[in-house]
């Protein structure tokens, strides 16, 4: 008969999915510019950074996702044509670091945009995140995120991932 796991292991599986599954959700709300979806990811008080600014608080955060929307929606109405633009984020390689009620995570993401005449996809951006994340009542959420873009020049100079 074999052993069976403790109790902690357990929950430590059990977070590690938890954390990723956000991330994936912070992908979809990002893709479809649902700024509530999104800003609700993050505690009240926290910070995200990326290449081109920062901000703190999960109002300012929802504003940040709204002016995306606009922006990308702008883009794609100078292009019409029969198909839709989109951009699709994807979220790979994660490494998850759970102590207690606190993580850090590190993953990859690359973006796949069509915003361009004929509509062919293409890499936008890729990088990484780091990430430091809270357990709330809620679950788990974004205390803050750090957004290395590395389309623009932004490479760490050794492995983030621990």
């Known amino acids: 008969m074999s052993k069976q796991p403790d109790s902690a292991a357990l929950q430590a599986v059990i977070d590690r999915i938890e954390i990723a599954e956000m991330q994936s959700r912070y992908m979809y709300a990002l893709d479809w510019y649902d700024a509530d979806v999104y800003a609700g990811l993050f505690t009240e008080d926290a910070v995200l950074e990326w290449p081109e600014g920062h901000c703190k608080g999960r ?20 292009h019409t044509r029969t198909k839709p633009s989109h951009m699709r984020h994807f ?71 621990w």
């Open 91 to 161: 979220v790979t390689n994660q490494v998850i670091d759970v102590q207690g009620d606190r993580a850090k995570a590190r993953a990859y993401f690359f973006d796949l945009d069509n915003d361009n005449k004929p509509r062919w996809p293409y890499v936008a951006a890729y990088g990484y995140y780091e990430d430091e994340l809270v357990r709330t009542v809620e679950g788990w959420r974004f205390t803050h995120r750090k957004i290395f873009n590395e389309i623009t020049g932004e490479s760490p100079p050794k492995n983030p991932a």
């Open 59 to 78: 109002e300012a955060i929802h504003k940040a996702c709204v002016g995306i929307g606009v922006y990308f929606g702008t883009l794609s109405a100078a």
